[in-house]
């Protein structure tokens, strides 16, 4: 019997001696701690403004308005047809401070020209084929492009004067 529970003892810690462990042999366990990453992203802060951030005041765009200064007071009665047509035509894809199917209205005179203003609003197919901002503006707001509501200059410009005075 002593030399039975001799050879039990010995070959016990023969077994334990084996099953030591190699460093290399242990597999990392799960760990709530973040690790830091092995490789790092080169990203341009530019490629993240959306389109409707960007700030461009020299495009004037492409259609029939060129050139159009803004008088420093804003005519009221100007307003108020702009707000009525705003309205009729623009509000089922526009809020005035919020982005809902297009962009919002507010403060776009200090991100865009009047002229590019215009121009999208008269002529809005043009614009997203042949200008890159408004092509942006197409992607960011999921391919919906713009209606054409047939304005007159005179109806998108009273429009326009009503965004002068969304803040």
Do not use: W
């Given at each position: 019997m002593k030399t039975t529970l001799?050879?039990?003892?010995?070959?016990?810690?023969?077994?334990?001696?084996?099953?030591?462990?190699?460093?290399?042999?242990?597999?990392?366990?799960?760990?709530?701690?973040?690790?830091?990453?092995?490789?790092t992203q080169v990203s341009n802060a530019a490629e993240k403004i959306p389109a409707s951030k960007k700030v461009d005041l020299n495009n004037k765009g492409i259609g029939p308005i060129t050139s159009l200064e803004l008088p420093?007071?804003?005519?009221?009665?100007?307003?108020?047809?702009g707000a009525d047509v705003y309205k009729k035509m623009c509000t089922a894809c526009h809020r005035t401070d919020k982005k809902f199917i297009g962009p919002a209205p507010a403060n776009i005179l200090k991100r865009r020209t009047p002229e590019w203003?215009?121009?999208?609003?008269?002529n809005p197919e043009?614009?997203?084929k042949e200008d890159p901002l408004a092509k942006e503006l197409l992607m960011e707001f999921?391919?919906?492009?713009?209606?054409?509501?047939?304005?007159?200059?005179?109806?998108?410009?009273?429009?326009?004067?009503?965004?002068?005075t969304l803040k």
């Open positions: 001799k050879l039990s003892t010995i070959l016990f810690a023969i077994i334990l001696m084996s099953c030591g462990g190699k460093a290399e042999n242990k597999k990392e366990g799960f760990s709530y701690d973040k690790k830091t990453p092995t490789e420093s007071e804003i005519n009221q009665a100007m307003v108020t047809h203003v215009m121009n999208m609003i008269l043009q614009m997203t999921n391919g919906a492009p713009m209606a054409n509501q047939g304005l007159s200059e005179e109806d998108a410009r009273a429009v326009l004067e009503y965004f002068r």
